[in-house]
């Protein structure tokens, strides 16, 4: 197996665990996956993820506790939190109300 795909198969695994109501950022994932500096790489995995897939893709945002997706891929990722409660303030998510203390 490539690194590429440990790495994959690494932030699966970190997906699976976050909780639900509560996100993580790409920063983190990229760090729990032993890389990093690779939050953009987590993006990358996250939007291949496959049609359907029941991995909880909308509990990653970025650092400041935006959603960094745009359009309708925004939209979605925003319903998708609210269902869960978590909140937003000004467009952002409280990261110490609403982070995974993984």
Request: hydrophobic content about 40%.
């Amino acid at each position: 197996m490539s690194e590429i795909d440990n790495f994959r198969q690494r932030v699966f695994q970190i997906l699976a665990a976050i909780p639900q109501g509560q996100v993580t950022t790409y920063g983190d994932v990229a760090r729990m996956a032993g890389s990093p500096r690779a939050a953009r790489q987590v993006g990358g995995v996250l939007k291949k993820l496959p049609e359907g897939s029941t991995l909880p893709w909308h509990r990653v945002v970025n650092r400041h506790g935006e959603i960094s997706l745009q359009g309708e891929d925004f939209k979605r990722q925003r319903q998708a939190l609210l269902a869960e409660g978590v909140m937003f303030s000004e467009g952002r998510i409280d990261l110490l109300t609403f982070g995974w203390k993984f």
